[in-house]
């Protein structure tokens, strides 16, 4: 029973290059979230998605930023044009539900560092 | 202004011993949820243990245990018998009924002496 799987685990960009972090969530979890952590820091929650749909994308920045969760395949973050500020630790979490008892289940993360 | 807030950055305790990380929190929800999670330095995010705000008792899980202090809004986390495997960051978070994700504190550095 596979954990949230992402990839990859590093990825080296220059600056105005393209990120896709990819998530594929617990098997019969429905709900994925993003999150973004910066060295010494808490996770800093991006976006919440169900099947096909954004539910609550609040803490991502307006620009350059997107996020999918397809009827088929994983959920992928996307970064436009990187900056060197985006380099962090982006983590995908899964959960079956919604609930306030519901924990998410990580996955390991993704490095991203810009050069 | 924080919904979660853990005021002690790095902590040191000696092996064997316990040791309890602080976290507070902000809601106006009467229902939400506790939670602690690991992350250990290679990076993945570990669930330790759930407190629901409808809880009579205090969480237990092993070695971990909830100091819930429902009027005062604090969760404190009490790590008994502290061994060397438990150096780590670890980040208290909320999940409201009314929210959508978790909220996470800035989280605690502990740090197990031999």
């Known amino acids: 029973n596979a954990g949230v799987m992402q990839n990859p685990r590093h990825l080296v960009r220059r600056r105005g290059q393209e990120a896709r972090l990819r998530c594929s969530p617990m098997k019969g979890h429905s709900h994925v979230y993003w999150y973004r952590q910066l060295p010494e820091e808490g996770l800093k929650f991006m976006v919440y998605l169900q099947k096909e749909n954004i539910i609550d994308e609040s803490g991502m920045p307006k620009e350059r930023f997107s996020a999918e969760f397809p009827k088929e395949g994983p959920s992928i973050l996307r970064i436009q044009q990187v900056v060197r500020g985006d380099s962090a630790a982006y983590f995908c979490?899964?959960?079956?539900?919604?609930?306030?008892?519901?924990?998410?289940?990580f996955g390991s993360g993704t490095q991203l560092s810009v050069l | 202004a924080q919904k979660i807030t853990q005021t002690q950055p790095g902590m040191f305790v000696q092996e064997k011993e316990a040791v309890t990380l602080d976290c507070t929190y902000d809601?106006?929800?009467?229902?939400?949820?506790l939670f602690w999670y690991k992350q250990p330095s290679s990076g993945e995010m570990i669930f330790l243990i759930y407190?629901?705000?409808?809880?009579?008792q205090n969480a237990t899980e092993g070695r971990y245990s909830l100091n819930f202090q429902k009027a005062r809004k604090s969760a404190n986390l009490v790590i008994s018998a502290s061994q060397l495997g438990d150096s780590a960051m670890y980040f208290c978070a909320m999940r409201e009924r009314a929210g959508n994700m978790l909220t996470f504190g800035g989280g605690t550095r502990l740090m197990v002496k031999p």
């Open positions: 407190q629901g705000s409808y809880d009579q």
């Open positions: 809601t106006s929800d009467p229902s939400y949820g």
């Open positions: 979490a899964s959960s079956p539900g919604q609930a306030t008892n519901e924990k998410l289940f």
